[in-house]
């Protein structure tokens, strides 16, 4: 199976809720994910577009 890249650069994401706790002193690394995930990902590139995907970090 080929596989193509998944660029994810979020511009779309909502940075707001990991500045205000970054600024607060606040952010966890799992606070960090569970917001990146939810608020910089899936505003990328979608929730539910019923493909799976493999993410490689470089």
Same mark, same amino acid.
């Given at each position: 199976m080929d596989a @193509?890249? $998944?660029r +994810? =650069?979020?511009?779309r994401g909502h940075w707001d @809720? +990991? %500045?205000e706790l970054? $600024? @607060?002193?606040? $952010? !966890?690394? =799992? %606070?960090?994910e569970d917001h990146f995930i939810d =608020? #910089? +990902?899936v505003e990328d590139i979608g929730e539910? !577009?019923?493909a799976s995907y493999s993410v %490689? #970090?470089?």
């Open positions: @193509a890249p $998944l +994810i =650069d979020g511009s @809720a +990991i %500045e970054w $600024l @607060a002193g606040e $952010l !966890t690394d =799992d %606070e960090f =608020d #910089v +990902i539910g !577009t019923g %490689e #970090v470089r």
